[in-house]
């Protein structure tokens, strides 16, 4: 769909809106300092919509502050080691993300002299970067006047024009609109104006309609749908799958694995385990094993239920496991999955050393 030279209706009041009452974020050049004619770091642009990926922004900011004090251009999270990475997404959940930037930063790197293409098109060839982040990362870094679409820019579309069709089978129909009202002078604002309004106004429950800058238009609130919106088409419930997990302690060495680079938490540290089917498998060492109970833990396609086994050896035992090797690893640097069944072995006595520090 053509853009219009100038801004919309809809686009002048979200911009307008913007100006006055933007968010500040770490990753951001407001308002009034693009006026100024500062500009957006690109990598710092994408690292952020990266993180901020099923995540939201309150999780992201200390990941955010702590990568870019780490790794402060694009060049030096190329030149990173995979485990240093990784065990600084720790926590941050999506762990294919992880391995993803670091892809995309290394290409970056070597292809493209550490500068981050400016188009839209550009953007999709690097690895990992899939429509949303090469739309969002052109219009806020670069002003390309490209469509950024993600769940807030949906609710606030599905409102604003009372698209009662369900989700996901009206993301089309979200997304043409989103474009119509895109506008070809200050998209990067503009993108950053209706992610915030749905975040602080428009928002799933509750929507502050009363001081919406978009009340006037909004074809959902004149019908009085608006919290009905967007319809969401009914989720099959999700199943149950069982595992076990074995968490040995020696001194200070903690049994560690390293996981395949690919599936679920792919490419992580973690204790050994079985697979996630409820298939049996032998311990990674002879040890006195004890259940320490489960732990439960939701991924996007089922929930898990997660034995765990401890086991607290000398400082000289444990001799050379079946799997995993002997590390000194500090709990916080792996996923939450194994946080929790770290926290649920630290319960365990007579183990009194599991959880410790040394």
Not at 49 to 68: H, S
Not at 176 to 202: K, N, S
Not at 304 to 329: F, I, Q
Request: with cysteine; charged share 20%.
């Amino acid at each position: 769909m053509a853009l219009a030279a100038g801004p919309d209706a809809t686009a002048a009041a979200l911009l307008a809106w913007y100006d006055r009452h933007a968010r500040v974020m770490p990753w951001r050049i407001g308002p009034a300092a693009r006026r100024a004619g500062e500009r957006p770091d690109p990598y710092r642009i994408w690292l952020s919509e990266v993180m901020l990926q099923q995540t939201t922004v309150a999780a992201v900011r200390g990941y955010f502050t702590r990568f870019t004090e780490r790794w402060p251009r694009v060049a030096d999270l190329a030149a990173a080691a995979d485990a240093d990475v990784m065990a600084e997404w720790a926590g941050l959940g999506y762990y294919a993300r992880a391995r993803n930037l670091l892809a995309c930063a290394r290409a970056v790197a070597a292809d493209h002299d550490a500068r981050f293409p400016e188009t839209r098109e550009g953007l999709l060839a690097l690895p990992g970067v899939g429509p949303y982040t090469a739309a969002a990362v052109a219009a806020i870094a670069f002003d390309e006047p490209a469509t950024v679409v993600d769940g807030n820019v949906e609710r606030v579309m599905a409102r604003l024009h009372a698209v009662e069709a369900p989700l996901p089978g009206a993301k089309a129909e979200l997304s043409r609109l989103a474009a119509r009202h895109t506008p070809l002078e200050r998209p990067g604002d503009y993108a950053q104006a209706v992610m915030d309004l749905g975040a602080t106004i428009c928002t799933p429950r509750n929507p502050a309609c009363g001081i919406c800058p978009l009340n006037a238009s909004c074809a959902a609130r004149a019908e009085g749908i608006q919290t009905d919106l967007p319809r969401k088409a009914a989720k099959a419930a999700k199943p149950t799958r069982q595992g076990m997990v074995w968490i040995a302690r020696r001194g200070a060495e903690w049994l560690i694995e390293q996981r395949p680079d690919r599936g679920l938490l792919g490419g992580t540290a973690g204790f050994p385990g079985t697979g996630w089917d409820g298939t049996e498998a032998a311990p990674p060492l002879a040890a006195g094993w004890q259940a320490a109970g489960e732990v439960r833990h939701t991924f996007t396609h089922f929930h898990l239920v997660l034995t765990v086994m401890a086991a607290e050896l000398p400082p000289d035992g444990g001799g050379n496991p079946e799997r995993g090797e002997w590390r000194k690893a500090a709990p916080g640097d792996l996923p939450t999955l194994m946080r929790k069944a770290h926290d649920l072995a630290a319960t365990m006595r007579p183990l009194g050393r599991i959880g410790a520090t040394d």
